[in-house]
T-cell receptor, first 111, second 120 residues
Framework: GENVEQHPSTLSVQEGDSAVIKCTYSDSASNYFPWYKQELGKGPQLIIDIRSNVGEKKDQRIAVTLNKTAKHFSLHITETQPEDSAVYFCAASTGGFKTIFGAGTRLFVKA | GAVVSQHPSRVICKSGTSVKIECRSLDFQATTMFWYRQFPKQSLMLMATSNEGSKATYEQGVEKDKFLINHASLTLSTLTVTSAHPEDSSFYIC????????????????FGPGTRLTVL
């Protein structure tokens, strides 16, 4: 079945620096790749997503890149702020149906 | 738009009792909703796919008689944890798929805020 690996599990950066989280997936049929931010005690919130017909997408300080050949996709956060501290999950789905999540990355942004 | 609510947000119950958790899509219709379970510092584990008007599809290892799912309308799915035990204590999260494609967000999943269940 589909498997999504996410690295690193923990990431600590200084405020203002960039943060990069990487994921790989196994099912070549996957065509939708969302990223979620989860704060303590809350449900995941979609922050950005990318579909397989696009290589890169940007929304202010957040960008996602997709390499379908290598089955890699990454989340880039620039100019990090303390409020970016949270757990981030990547995910992959086929036809938007069952979504497989990565293990999560705990991001700490130090002021 | 695309808001999913869950109720209750927290519940504490005694061992052996049953607990019902509601998941509602507030401004869109969802024939498909998903129930996840999350242990501390772990990822989301899909428990079952809730299908409006038909039986839920359970993931391997999830007891269907233990976790009853009912999806009676296009905006409501319920998860009932029957005869709850302390090992059922967890964070339960639902999500709904926007099949109507609000503003081009076709097939995106929107998550509820979660329900923390504690079984004493």
């Amino acid at each position: 079945g589909e498997n999504v690996e996410q690295h690193p599990s923990t990431l600590s950066v200084q405020e203002g620096d960039s943060a990069v989280i990487k994921c790989t997936y196994s099912d070549s049929a996957s065509n939708y790749f969302p990223w979620y931010k989860q704060e303590l005690g809350k449900g995941p919130q979609l922050i950005i997503d990318i579909r397989s017909n696009v290589g890169e997408k940007k929304d202010q300080r957040i960008a996602v890149t997709l390499n379908k050949t290598a089955k890699h996709f990454s989340l880039h956060i620039t100019e990090t702020q303390p409020e970016d501290s949270a757990v981030y999950f990547c995910a992959a789905s086929t036809g938007g149906f069952k979504t497989i999540f990565g293990a999560g990355t705990r991001l700490f942004v130090k002021a | 738009g695309a808001v999913v609510s869950q109720h209750p947000s927290r519940v504490i119950c005694k061992s052996g009792t049953s607990v019902k958790i509601e998941c509602r899509s507030l401004d869109f219709q969802a024939t498909t909703m998903f129930w996840y379970r999350q242990f501390p510092k772990q990822s989301l584990m899909l428990m079952a796919t809730s299908n409006e008007g038909s039986k839920a599809t359970y993931e391997q290892g999830v007891e269907k008689d233990k976790f009853l799912i009912n999806h009676a309308s296009l905006t409501l799915s319920t998860l009932t944890v029957t005869s709850a035990h302390p090992e059922d204590s967890s964070f339960y999260i639902c999500s709904a798929r926007d099949e109507g494609g609000l503003a081009g967000r076709y097939n995106e999943q929107f998550f509820g805020p979660g329900t923390r269940l504690t079984v004493l």
